[in-house]
């Protein structure tokens, strides 16, 4: 039993080691990886149900990586945030996003808004300042940014941070509660929040037509987006079944693999933009 727990001990603590090891070349090759830009963003349109041809469009960062291939957000996200460097890669974001949008426009493709997320820890004391200078740089239009954030950091709504989002609003830049539902927003405090778009979390639309519970939120998110003016997007919808009862409870707009995956702007361009144009 004791060689048993010394070998166990011994296991552990060469897992963690590892572990240890390979959270450090993480952050170093993410920190080379923003020094030489090589990053990249992915592209999911957003539909008004029933159109072919998508008016909004959310960008989705990737990390193409020379050992690891292309990392999830989701597994560099978390370091990028905690070593503080999500704030210049938020900007690198944001830049190649709206230049993005900027050459599909001028392809012709009537794209109205581009929607890029944004980590609460990217709000500091000059976030709004330097977006519009961002904007300014590349002479876009503040109306057709749309920055989407999470329920928690709308509802701690710290001084600070509505400091800058009230001077984003002011430019005319749009907010959009992301994830929605998984928090804990009240109807009166939605009310109160700066923003115009709510999206629903996929995790309500995945069962919509068997968990009643599911149905039952979703239902009640755009029953209370409507008489408070604000535009729904379901997010995560794969069927032809979840949509239609989306569109039956009154949800306007959609993105999902039922649509289109994500994928780079040339896939995006050839995909609408010669249609658009034809
Ligand atoms: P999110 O903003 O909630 O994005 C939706 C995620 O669902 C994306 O994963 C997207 O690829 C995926 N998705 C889209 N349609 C479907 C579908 O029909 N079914 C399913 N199962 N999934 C679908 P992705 O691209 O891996 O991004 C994960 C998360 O990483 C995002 O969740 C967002 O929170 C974060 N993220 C992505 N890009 C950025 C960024 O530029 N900045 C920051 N701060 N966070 C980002
Ligand atoms: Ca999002
Ligand atoms: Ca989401
Ligand atoms: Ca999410």
Known sequence: AKELGR????????????????????EQDLRSALEQHSFTLYYQPQFRVGDSIPKRVEALLRWPHPVRGLISP?????????????????????RSAC?????????????????????PIQINSSFASTVADILQHLDFDPR??????????????TTEVSQQISE????????????????????????????TVLKIDQSFVRDINDDINDYEIARAIVLMAKSLGLIVVAEGVETKEQEGT????????????????????EEFYQRYCTEAVQ
């Open 7 to 26: 070998n166990r001990s011994c296991y552990y603590q060469r897992e963690l080691t590892d572990s240890i090891h390979s959270r450090m070349s993480l």
């Open 99 to 119: 230049q993005q949008f900027l050459f599909w426009r001028q392809q012709g493709l009537k794209l109205e808004k581009i929607s890029v997320n944004v980590s």
């Open 144 to 157: 057709w940014l749309e920055l989407e954030v999470t329920e928690s950091l709308m509802m701690s709504g």
């Open 246 to 265: 989306l569109h039956r409870l009154g949800c306007e707009w959609v993105q999902g693999y039922y649509y289109a995956m994500p994928m780079d702007g």
């Open 74 to 94: 989701h597994d560099f996200i978390p370091l990028a945030e905690t070593s503080g460097m999500i704030v210049e890669l938020g900007y690198w974001v944001l």
């Open 168 to 195: 984003l609003r002011a430019m005319g830049v749009d907010f959009a509660i992301d994830d929605f539902g998984t928090g804990y927003s009240s109807l009166s405090k939605i009310k109160s929040m700066p923003v």
